[in-house]
T-cell receptor, first 114, second 113 residues
Framework: AQSVTQLDSHVSVSEGTPVLLRCNYS??????LFWYVQHPNKGLQLLLK??????LVKGINGFEAEFKKSETSFHLTKPSAHMSDAAEYFC????????????FGRGTSLIVHP | SQTIHQWPATLVQPVGSPLSLECTVE??????LYWYRQAAGRGLQLLFY??????ISSEVPQNLSASRPQDRQFILSSKKLLLSDSGFYLC????????????FGQGTRLTVV
């Protein structure tokens, strides 16, 4: 079984300040983890993915995430928020030992203030 | 390169009318295909997935059905829409396996009135 918990439904930051979006996962097997971004009424775009290589993963638009097995976490960070980062962000887990279906967290809405 | 097409982008349908949303994938063969529904504040709920032609698995009992008449075509249907069917529907494909990400269509905003 696998599941994802995104700890914050909304995160509000000022432009130029750091971003932290939190994600914890549960998996019976070694997981792969992904972060997606969704702008209003659009599909989902992949930001980055972890697939058991380096635990610190760099993605597009300056985002990165660190896989911490001991904490079962995969938090998304960015050093400096930009107005265009305002969107919905989803953490996703896929585990081996099953049908490899992506399981999504509930999403975190990132609000960026000027 | 692979692409995924989903249509229509928006749809307004009366209660009790039928529904057909179509999704096609190009540039790959034998993809895993998925239909998700996104309701406000609830993330993405998996509705159906398919690992091959004619193979459909339903995750949530509901008023909807899915079909895969061709390898790269996935259709979401309903005979009679309910108000609760309103939402944002997303089609996705993946190559299967743990390390492969899913790729999403642009979504369909369905409003049942």
């Amino acid at each position: 079984a696998q599941s994802v918990t995104q700890l914050d439904s909304h995160v509000s930051v000022s432009e130029g300040t750091p971003v932290l979006l939190r994600c914890n996962y549960s998996s019976s097997y070694s997981p792969s983890l992904f972060w997606y971004v969704q702008h209003p009424n659009k599909g989902l775009q992949l930001l980055l993915k972890y697939t058991s290589a380096a635990t610190l993963v760099k993605g597009i638009n300056g985002f990165e995430a660190e896989f911490k097995k001991s904490e079962t976490s995969f938090h998304l960070t960015k050093p400096s928020a930009h107005m265009s980062d305002a969107a919905e962000y989803f953490c996703v887990v896929i585990s081996s030992g099953g049908s490899y279906i992506p399981t999504f967290g509930r999403g975190t809405s990132l609000i960026v203030h000027p | 390169s692979q692409t995924i097409h989903q249509w229509p982008a928006t749809l307004v349908q009366p209660v009790g009318s039928p529904l057909s949303l179509e999704c096609t994938v190009e540039g790959t063969s034998n993809p895993n295909l998925y239909w998700y529904r996104q309701a406000a504040g609830r993330g993405l709920q998996l509705l159906f997935y398919s690992v091959g032609i004619g193979q459909i698995s339903s995750e949530v009992p509901q008023n909807l059905s899915a079909s895969r008449p061709q390898d790269r075509q996935f259709i979401l249907s309903s005979k009679k829409l309910l108000l609760s069917d309103s939402g944002f529907y997303l089609c996705a494909w993946s190559g299967g396996g743990r390390d492969t990400e899913a790729f999403f269509g642009q979504g369909t905003r369905l409003t049942v009135v």
